[in-house]
RNA sequence: GCGGGAGUAGCUCAAUUGGUAGAGCGACAGCCUUCCAAGCUGUAGGUCGCGAGUUCGAGACUCGUCUCCCGCUCCA
């Protein structure tokens, strides 16, 4: 199948089958919002609680989780730098249809000038910025006759203002409010909780402090279906390291996420590292983990070696020390390490994009035609461990006393992980539904069961069936898990 | 934001030059059925994305508007 009907094949899969819904539908929806229907959010569960177990408890490294909030004080967002790198005036040139952050394009125009000039130039640039002139600002690019690099003319649209963040206001009474962001990334929820994490958990370094949770940013373009979202949700970890070991463990958690990834049932060549030449305001090293989905390779995973950037950024603001007590001996001194703002390496991981990686590589369309009759099926090839429903219970008729020892088999099975029951339409079209959806097994009661208690049980991917005793359902799901 | 394409039942689509909305699948109820979708009967479900306009009459024509998709621009 080409790749752009796959990924709107897929999207009209997890609608149709309560996986993914657009926002608000019955208003015409939301852009660049969705909401996860009865299918979905078991899958989505199903990730977030595996990606906890494996960073909190099967880990060989010692790692808490945190539960912070999305509102955050002001500060946090000052400290971090987003208030100042990511609140930019854009502006579009009408001809090429280019968009272009104000601030570059002026820079790009200043340094074809004299220099003198040019200093000039970006003086009055900055002046305006501070003071959010946007009028200004377009002035000042009229003026110069600064042109689209793309189009060469200076047929501009007016300046805008771009916020990443979303605000809102904090405080009831309107005159008292005060406005703040909600977050638009985990970390800094860990950051400003490393004190409090350390001391009363006695963590010593090297340790990680893990979190789950929504994060928000506005997006100039949002799409992709849920690989780009304005309320997205991120699992996040940060490793404490000594300085100096940044790098080291960079590489370790490099590798140690692919592990992870390993474990989904995914085609390894769908992944790739992708190492950034560009490094943000915070890193010393950084790389993508990116998954190629039906629109191509993109990022999934970032793992970013951030040295002390925000832990040292939090103390210059906060005024409180950021620091850990290392007794160590340094074999090289013969002394303790000492006090220092520990390094920071962090594994981030998009919960929704992971959602959709696992859509994307599950959803498969199989021709099962003969001779004698076309036939054919959609299939979700999930793992079992993260299928929404692990087990349909079947009684191949609805008489005979089939349902209710089908009944009995999902009494049992229900206390230990999710069950499907159903007794209405032919056992094929029953099978096909729970393909559909992903559900790694079903098992059929029929007649012969009243005499051996026996049953059918039902491979999703092969389609085989085998005839077991009835109590052996239970564990034989188990072990899949 | 710009350019292109598309909006009729849950889904896929149909409805002669404008004449007042149908089918298949799906869903639900029942019948029949001893293991891989499409056997039988019945039922529900649509102000044709929304709003104006032209017309005796608009799903169809005109204008506006909204949403989605594709491409471009920005981006941790």
Redesign the pocket.
């Known amino acids: 199948m080409a790749n752009?009907n796959k990924?709107?094949a897929i999207?009209?899969h997890a609608?149709?089958y309560g996986f993914v819904f657009?926002s608000s539908e019955i208003y015409?929806?939301?852009?660049?919002v969705y909401d996860y229907g009865q299918w979905g959010v078991e899958l989505k569960r199903n990730v977030r609680e595996y990606w906890w177990k494996w960073m909190t408890q099967m880990n060989e490294q010692n790692i808490v989780g945190i539960d912070a909030s999305i509102f955050m004080h002001p500060s946090v967002w000052k400290a971090s730098g987003h208030i100042d790198?990511?609140s930019?005036p854009?502006i579009?040139n009408?001809d090429s249809?280019?968009?272009?952050?104000v601030d570059?394009l002026i820079e790009g125009f200043a340094e074809t000038l004299a220099e003198e000039e040019g200093k000039a130039l970006l003086a009055d640039m900055d002046k305006y910025i501070a003071a959010d002139d946007f009028a200004g600002l377009k002035q000042l690019i009229e003026i110069n006759k600064i042109a689209c690099p793309v189009s060469k003319t200076v047929n501009w649209?007016d300046v805008r203002q771009?916020n990443?963040m979303f605000s809102t206001e904090v405080g009831s009474v309107a005159e008292e409010a005060s406005k703040i962001y909600l977050r638009?990334?985990t970390a800094q929820g860990i950051f400003v909780n490393f004190l409090n994490v350390q001391k009363t958990a006695r963590m010593k370094i090297p340790f990680g402090i893990a979190q789950v949770g929504k994060a928000f940013?506005n997006?100039?373009?949002a799409?992709?279906?849920i690989f780009?979202m304005r309320e997205f949700e991120q699992m996040e970890m940060q490793f404490f390291v000594r300085p100096g070991t940044q790098k080291e463990w960079y590489e370790y958690w490099k590798s140690e996420r692919m592990k992870w990834h390993a474990t989904l049932g995914i085609d390894s060549a769908k992944y790739r590292y992708h190492d950034h030449v560009?490094l943000?305001h915070?890193?010393d090293a950084a790389c993508d983990i990116e998954y190629e989905y039906p629109?191509g390779f993109k990022?999934l995973e970032?793992i970013?070696s951030r040295t002390d950037f925000d832990l040292k950024s939090h103390q210059e603001l906060s005024k409180k020390k950021m620091q850990y007590f290392d007794a160590d001996i340094d074999p090289e001194t013969g002394k303790a390490y000492g006090n220092y703002i520990p390094y920071v390496v962090e594994t981030?991981i998009g919960l929704d994009r992971t959602v959709m990686m696992l859509l994307s590589e599950a959803y498969t369309e199989e021709d099962?035609s003969t001779e004698e009759?076309?036939?054919?099926?959609v299939v979700l090839k999930f793992i079992p461990k993260l299928a929404p429903i692990k087990l349909a219970i079947l009684p191949?008729?609805?008489?005979d006393g089939l349902p209710e020892i089908a009944k009995e088999l999902m009494e049992e099975c229900r206390q230990h992980f999710k069950c499907f029951y159903e007794e209405?339409?032919?056992?094929?079209?029953r099978?096909?539904?729970m393909?559909a959806i992903g559900t790694p097994f079903c098992v059929?009661?029929?007649?012969?069961?009243k005499e051996d208690q026996t049953?059918?049980i039902?491979?999703r991917d092969t389609?085989?069936?085998e005839r077991v005793h009835i109590s052996e359902i239970k564990n034989i799901v188990l072990q899949s898990l």
């Open positions: 752009e990924l709107q999207i009209a609608k149709e657009p015409d929806g939301l852009g660049a790198n990511f930019d854009m579009d009408k249809n280019k968009r272009y952050r570059h649209t771009f990443l638009p990334e940013r997006e100039i373009v799409r992709g279906f780009r560009k943000a915070y890193a629109m990022e970032g970013h981030s099962l009759k076309q036939d054919s099926r191949l008729m609805k008489k209405k339409d032919a056992i094929g079209k099978y096909r539904r393909d059929t009661i029929d007649h012969q069961t049953v059918t039902r491979h389609m085989a069936q």
